[in-house]
């Protein structure tokens, strides 16, 4: 990003259009190329504005990209938004092979970092140690709740939390929308920000213990005990039983240093505006790039959010068989929008269209900012667990509270979640709340963790790198609390796709 005065910015110099970094009102002048340009409307903040004459059908340049094209001419100091801009996107694409020359090339510190976390029996590390509740079926939340509120004023003090983690899911379910609900709470029990778990059934569902324990493998038989509350005369009493046990077990975790290297970050974006592509994204661009140096693993999701800049990620695949399985990833979720009749390209949301995105290509190409410059190593469905370190591309919508789901059910320990419009959703494990701007910082300190809106400040984001790793490592290594953590905020969502019955 370049500013060209304090009122405007250019991300890439050969853009045609600036964002207007506060509310301008037409008559504004803007001196720029050598060009006198007067403002025609007024143009909100986050929107953007032409910086020359763009003819009806030509391209629009934005991130050096094109984000659409113009539906009318659109003359110089004009705004340039959803009333003179359609998407060029449309429908399933042929992608082509290309070996990747992208290198991180970034002048990062490569001096291994540690953190104080809990390295678990499997080798993985988590950044809580935790109890948690998790039910195989809808049907029994309340009861969760409940063991959850008893457990607490019990042992609380002995963890980072104790957790009932419901959903509405696990039973009516048939064929492939009941395996991606086995998958995706497997990756939940297994998370190791879990010292330990209770898995909790009815008895009846179609996601019962003897279905389920197949699909959960080996287990370790003291971090995780089963009670069917259907065969029992008190689940209260016999729950705590359980959880007791589960505290004499998990309570042995402490802190110890770990390297980096064994971290996993989930990357989300929402609620998102014009500058979530030019300031908070990019900022988790540079930790993700950060981290994939220090030999740690990263997952990008939200793949409607990739139409439109997928050539971008797949020019960065390590081989033409990860390539591949990108060209896949996209085109499945296009064919999931085309099953059910709807609009590949039905998005921005209404929310980022008043923060200042028109198109989806727009917002695709500031949603895998958060990429960073990292070669892609991997690409995982549902409940999938990370196999490469590095950059990997998980599957899932957009939507956030089931793409937090999924980044959790993936493992990661902590999750960077960008918003320009605000939100204060969080996920079981760590949510840190990057601002895409001062204004949705100061408004919802209690939402929001880190102002990445100081990059539009200090017009440096390397200024702020440092900034956020270290809130990175205090909260991972328990040193601070998120807001999501000081206020309960630890919700999850399982993408549900098929017949109810």
Known sequence: MKKINDDLA????????????????????????????????????????A????????????????????????????????????????????????????????????????????????????????IWIVPTVGCVNSTAKRLEKMAKKEWGDKFDDILAITHNAGCSQLGYDHKTTQKI????????????????????????????????????????????????????????????????????FKREDISTSKLVIGFKC?????????????????????????????????????????????????????????????NDYKLYFKKYNQVIYENPAPGNKKGGITTLEEKSLGCIQKGGTAPVMGVLGYGDQISNSGLNLLTGSGNDPVSCTNLLASGAAVILFTTGRGNPFGAPVPTIKISSNSELYNKKPHWIDYNAGEILEKNNIDNVVDELWGLLLDVISGKKKTNNE????????????????
């Not at 729950?239 to 042995?252: F, N, P």
């Not at 540079?286 to 981290?291: F, G, P, Q, R």
């Not at 309960?488 to 549900?496: A, L, P, V």
């Open 270 to 330: 929402g609620g998102s505006d014009a500058f979530s592509g030019i300031t908070a994204n990019p900022l988790c661009g540079k930790i993700n790039d950060k981290l994939v140096l220090n030999g740690g693993s990263t997952l990008l999701t939200e793949v409607p959010e990739m139409f439109g800049a997928e050539t971008i990620l797949m020019k960065r695949a390590k081989n033409k068989e990860t390539f591949n399985k990108i060209v896949k990833l996209i």
């Open 10 to 49: 250019i991300i890439s110099k050969d853009d045609d259009v600036a964002i207007a970094l506060k509310n301008l009102k037409k008559g504004y002048r803007i001196q720029y190329n050598n060009m006198n340009i007067e403002l025609l409307d007024d143009i909100p903040f986050g929107h953007k504005v």
């Open 51 to 130: 910086l020359k004459n763009i003819q009806k059908n030509k391209n629009i340049t934005k991130y050096d990209y094109e984000i659409g094209k113009a539906v009318e001419d659109i003359k110089a100091g004009s705004h340039v938004h959803t009333h003179n801009v359609d998407t060029n996107l449309d429908d399933l694409l042929e992608y082509s092979y290309q070996e990747n020359h992208y290198l991180l090339t970034e002048d990062h510190d490569l001096e291994k970092t540690t953190f104080k976390g809990y390295l678990r029996e499997d080798g993985k590390a988590g950044t809580r140690n935790d």
């Open 185 to 252: 709470l497997k990756g939940i029990i297994n998370h190791p920000n879990a010292g330990g778990v209770l898995v909790i059934s009815l008895g009846c569902e179609n996601n019962n213990l003897e279905e389920f324990k197949p699909v959960l493998g080996d287990i370790n038989e003291n971090r995780i005990k089963f009670l069917t509350t259907q065969n029992t005369e008190d689940e209260y009493k016999e729950g705590l039983k359980l959880i007791e046990e589960l505290v004499e077990y998990a309570e042995r």
């Open 486 to 501: 000081i206020h309960g905020y630890k919700d999850i969502s399982i993408f549900r796709d098929g017949v109810i019955l």
